[in-house]
């Protein structure tokens, strides 16, 4: 008969479901509209793009610029504490900016997938913080090679490789840790069937053995 409105309704959910089970077919939770990894690159680039128009427009304006924004001992000196998260948004040149962006896409979907907005961005701002920290340490006891001022967002992106390779290393141990399970299920199961069918040919030798003594 005329498939009816409602059978229709169920075939197409049980489909949907049957997709669904499929993990090519499920919709990403990842969404570029509400995403900060993809807020972050934007973000990034215009910053980039302001930088470039300034440094053609302005050029003497470029000094001042960077000693408001980029990192420096002198500015968290004299009270310019921004600089930790301002100098993660400039870069030095397109290849600089190129590189951080693409870790930072490759990377972060996965971490914030995994982790979720709020602790993605606690994540790549401490790692931005305290590579920062890090290259100014280096600059105080080093000057020679780090004493000038800092910009890029490599450390935040680092942190991002960082938080990946430890996901995946505890996905590793997390399946080695299931297949030794395994191991250890199929010996103590081999274990108690050779119990049994030892159990077994030994209570059949007693049985017989009495049988045999009766008819004696």
């Known amino acids: 008969g005329p498939k009816t409105p409602l059978k229709s309704r169920c075939r197409a959910t049980k489909l949907t479901k049957m997709l669904d089970d499929r993990t090519y077919m499920r919709t990403p939770s990842f969404q570029p509209q509400r995403s900060a990894t993809v807020t972050l690159i934007i973000i990034n680039t215009a910053i ?11 050029p003497g304006m470029v000094g001042k610029y960077l000693e408001l924004f980029a990192l420096s001992t002198w500015g968290l000196g004299h009270g310019y504490i921004w600089q930790l998260v301002s100098f993660q948004f400039m870069h030095s040149g397109l290849l600089h900016l190129i590189g951080n962006l693409l870790a930072i896409y490759f990377f972060g979907r996965a971490i914030e997938d995994a982790l979720g907005r709020n602790a993605f961005l606690r994540l790549y701002f401490t790692s931005g913080v305290v590579g920062g920290l890090l290259q100014l340490l280096f600059a105080l006891m080093i000057p020679r090679y780090f004493g000038g001022s800092v910009v890029g967002a490599s450390a935040g992106a680092f942190g991002l490789v960082a938080a990946k390779f430890i996901e995946d290393l505890l996905k590793v141990r997390r399946a080695n840790g299931d297949f030794l399970h395994r191991i ?23 049985s017989g053995a009495d049988v045999e003594i009766n008819v004696r």
């Open 48 to 58: 980039f793009v302001f930088q470039e128009v300034l440094g053609f427009y302005q």
């Open 184 to 206: 250890v299920e199929i010996q103590l199961a081999t274990h108690d069937a050779l119990h049994f069918l030892v159990s077994r040919i030994a209570n059949e030798g007693v």
